[in-house]
């Protein structure tokens, strides 16, 4: 069975640029995570799915950071424009579904920013 | 005071050595998860606990609710083994994961 599935494994941009970043979840999870991950410090939760309702986005910056789940599958992360400590580890996970018991997360490889 | 809390941060080991890593945690959980990832690397997980103890290989993996501490434990020790280690809780009725700051482990041949 396929993992999550995250690309692109690396990105390098200047400043003020937009950048994307995507995520397919193992097949037949409904809840998909994007997580940020600064070096040396362990991940931090920007945005929760659950099919295609966002049902955690209160620690997303909203001013620059928009995410997006169409179909409840494939997602979407985006920084527009970005800055320079938006540098960091992207990284998506998925589980089964959000039944509250510490369910396992399956997490992808992640997605390294560079931003100039 | 962060909620999960590991030890030690950094460690060194030679090959063959016994290792632990410990996780202390603040609230109350339904499950603590014990994570891997190789430097560039994805995180993998190793292990999910409610109660008592799991071993998978070399792997060895418990918990003390009352205590509210967990360990991980590797025997015969290798350098592939090198990563750092990530405790992780669920507190008690939610979806989420609290994260330690990770074990960052390097086995030397």
């Known amino acids: 069975e396929a993992g999550v599935v995250q690309s692109p494994r690396y990105k390098i941009i200047e400043k003020k640029q937009p950048v994307a970043f995507w995520c397919n979840p193992i097949?037949?999870?409904?809840?998909l995570y994007w997580y940020l991950q600064n070096l040396g410090q362990g991940p931090e939760l920007l945005i929760r799915?659950?099919?295609?309702?966002?049902?955690?986005d209160s620690q997303l910056p909203k001013d620059r950071f928009s995410a997006e789940r169409l179909k409840g599958v494939d997602s979407t992360l985006k920084i527009q424009p970005a800055e320079l400590g938006d540098s960091a580890v992207y990284l998506c996970?998925?589980?089964?579904?959000?039944?509250?018991?510490?369910?396992?997360?399956?997490f992808g490889p992640g997605t390294r920013l560079l931003v100039l | 005071k962060n909620e999960v809390e590991q030890s030690p941060q950094n460690l060194t080991a030679q090959e063959g050595e016994f290792i632990t890593i410990n996780c202390s945690y603040s609230v109350g959980i339904s499950a603590l998860h014990w994570l891997q990832q190789h430097p560039g690397g994805g995180i993998v997980s190793l292990f999910m606990l409610s109660s008592g103890k799991k071993k998978h290989g070399r792997l060895i993996a418990t918990i003390n609710i009352q205590e509210k501490h967990s360990s991980l434990h590797i025997t015969a020790s290798h350098p592939r083994d090198s990563a750092v280690y990530i405790c992780a809780v669920t507190p008690s009725g939610t979806y989420k994961y609290i994260f330690g700051t990770g074990t960052r482990l390097k086995v030397l041949a």
């Open positions: 996970a998925s589980s089964l579904g959000d039944l509250g018991r510490g369910e396992t997360q399956y």
């Open positions: 799915y659950e099919n295609e309702e966002a049902v955690d």
């Open positions: 097949s037949g999870h409904n809840t």
